[in-house]
């Protein structure tokens, strides 16, 4: 149950971010103009907060059933995957080989907290 749980987690996260993303593009969607609070909500934004307020729900329930020793930083790993993928697909923004470095990095670790003693 919890391998599904963090499948889901690692999903929904990463969608909140993106729909955040999108739905900011235009600036911030809320702002204090000229003494007076102006809101820019619009589907991305609604959309990604209602996603991360889930995957919040999510994350709850896999720390509180997981060794947070683990479970954070493999959940974490997975996000940071997958938005790296997002960024690339959605967002066209570059590879830098610093940037794949750090992803090689981020693997040789989930392979190392994946190695049974």
Known sequence: ????????????????????????????????????????????????IVLYGVSFVLYMYLISKNDLGYIIPLAAAFVYILLFLASYFIFKEVFTITKVIGILLIVSGLIFLNIKR
């Open 1 to 48: 149950m919890s391998k599904l749980i963090l499948f889901l987690y690692v999903v929904i996260t990463s969608l909140g971010l993106v729909f955040l993303k999108l739905g900011t593009s235009d600036g911030m969607p809320i702002k204090y103009i000229n003494g007076k609070v102006s809101l820019n909500i619009n589907f991305f934004v609604v959309s990604g």
